[in-house]
């Protein structure tokens, strides 16, 4: 095979693999078109994006809520009919595990706090909980950080930070603790799927006839 051709095959086979890799994509919850009644969806939502099947449960018995300003929260037992707190869970479950850089949380705020002399003082910051695991008795906690986010004047913006491969993930919160309240909503997903084994296969065959083909160009 001469060189051009070499330099062809091996293009091609870094194309393939660009292009199923390229998928990633940032997923906006709130972007989605929810038929609801009041908001109230059911106890689940499915939907697909780019190939890649979402669907959002609410654990036990109760009703996911949804809306396009903070996306999915759980309409159920607890006390924020739009929120998720104790003892709601949200589950998100994708159809092929999938590589998570950050979900987009809201309704996570600095509660209380206000704006005095220049800087932002007084309230608690709330906190949210996840896992990953399968096992909703376990999580990892997560807490907002930002003290411009204030309760009444704004969305209450936090990046969760996953970094990880993901195919099922849990949201909770503790609700209240000691008069303090703490409950969040999910409003979307940075994602990048997992590339097929035979895909993996490809790029690797395409890597292995490039340092090939260098060796052969360099005895020449």
């Known amino acids: ?26 997923i906006d919850f709130t972007e989605f078109d929810v038929p609801n009644v009041n908001h109230n ?15 959002f449960t609410a654990a036990g018995d109760e009703d996911l809520y949804w809306d396009d ?5 759980v309409w159920g037992s607890g006390y924020e009919w739009d929120e998720i707190e104790e003892p709601e869970a949200l589950i998100i479950e994708f159809d092929t595990p999938v590589y998570v850089t950050y979900f987009d949380i809201t309704d996570l705020f600095l509660e209380g706090g206000s704006y005095v002399e220049g800087s932002y003082q007084g309230g608690y910051y709330e906190i949210g909980w996840y896992n990953s695991d399968g096992n909703p008795d376990s999580y990892t906690q997560f807490q907002q950080t930002d ?37 969040f909503s999910v409003a979307g997903v940075d994602v990048n799927p997992v590339p097929e084994p035979a895909t993996m296969l490809l790029f690797s065959s395409g890597l292995i006839g490039l340092a090939a083909f260098r060796r ?5």
Do not use: C
């Open 147 to 183: 003290p411009t986010m204030i309760l009444g004047e704004t969305n209450g913006v936090y990046i969760l930070t996953i970094d990880a491969y993901v195919d099922t993930i849990w949201f909770s919160a503790p609700g209240e603790i000691n008069g303090q309240n703490h409950e």
């Open 216 to 220: 052969k160009s360099r005895k020449s």
């Open 69 to 73: 300003t903070d996306g999915f929260g």
């Open 41 to 55: 969806v059911g106890p689940n939502y499915l939907t697909t994006v780019n190939d890649l099947t979402i669907t």
């Open 1 to 26: 095979m001469n060189r051009s051709r070499r330099i062809s095959l091996l293009g091609i086979m870094i194309l393939l693999f660009m292009s199923s890799t390229a998928f990633a994509t940032h």
